[in-house]
C-alpha cells in the first residue's frame, strides 16, 4: 500500500481498508510506503493492529533503492534535474503509480489501494491486475486498473508497465 497524502487523511475507509486485509489474511506482512505514515502518529495510528498481533509496518520510500535497476532509475534522475515536465496531473499521484510497479517488480507481493476493501483471500491469483473496462460484447478489456496487483517478483509485465511509464510519461 502507498500513501502519499498528509496524515490526517487517513481515516476511518483506509483503517478498514487494512482491517479487511487482516480478517482475509491474518498472516499478510503489509507494508505502507509513505513518508507521512512513517512517523511516530504514523505509528500510533497502525499500533491498534499490531496490538493484535498483525503484522504491519510503515516505510518512507527510499525511491533511489526502489527504482534501481529499471527504466524508472533514469526518469526519476531526469525528474530531479527539472527535466521531465509534471504536466497537470498531482505528480504524487504520478510517483505512487510508478512506485507500486517499481515495488512488486523489486519484491514481488500484492498491492492494494488504501481505500480497496478485501473480502476474499488472493492466495489464488498470481500475475494478476485488475481491468477497469470490458467490452460487454467482446468480453475484452480495454482499461487496466492498477488499484489490486498480485505479481510475482521480476516479472516482465511489470518490467514493461514500468519501461512504458519512464519512455512515454505525460503527467496530463
Not at 532509475?73 to 503509480?97: A, H, R, Y
Not at 515495488?103 to 476474499?120: Q, R
Request: proline fraction near 3%; include cysteine.
Amino acid at each position: 500500500m502507498t500513501w502519499i497524502s498528509p496524515l490526517k487523511a487517513f481515516g476511518v475507509r483506509e483503517l478498514l481498508s487494512v482491517e479487511s486485509m487482516f480478517k482475509s489474511h491474518r498472516e499478510a506482512c503489509l507494508v505502507i510506503v509513505s513518508k507521512s505514515m512513517d512517523s511516530d502518529t504514523g505509528t500510533q495510528i497502525l499500533n491498534p493492529f499490531v496490538k493484535k498481533g498483525f503484522r504491519v509496518t510503515a516505510s518512507a520510500p527510499d525511491f533511489k533503492y526502489i527504482f534501481k535497476g529499471t527504466h524508472a532509475e533514469s526518469w526519476f534522475q531526469k525528474l530531479k534535474e527539472g527535466n521531465v515536465n509534471p504536466g497537470e496531473v498531482f505528480l504524487g499521484q504520478n510517483l505512487s503509480n510508478l512506485l507500486r510497479l517499481a515495488l512488486l517488480y523489486k519484491f514481488g507481493g500484492a498491492y492494494i489501494e488504501a481505500d480497496v476493501v478485501v473480502l476474499k483471500i488472493f492466495s489464488k491469483l498470481r500475475n494478476t491486475i485488475g481491468a477497469l473496462n470490458l467490452d460487454p460484447r467482446t468480453g475484452e478489456w480495454s482499461r487496466l486498473n492498477n488499484a489490486v496487483l498480485v505479481f510475482d517478483k521480476k516479472h516482465p509485465l511489470l518490467f514493461k508497465f514500468i519501461q512504458e511509464f519512464a519512455l512515454t510519461f505525460d503527467g496530463n
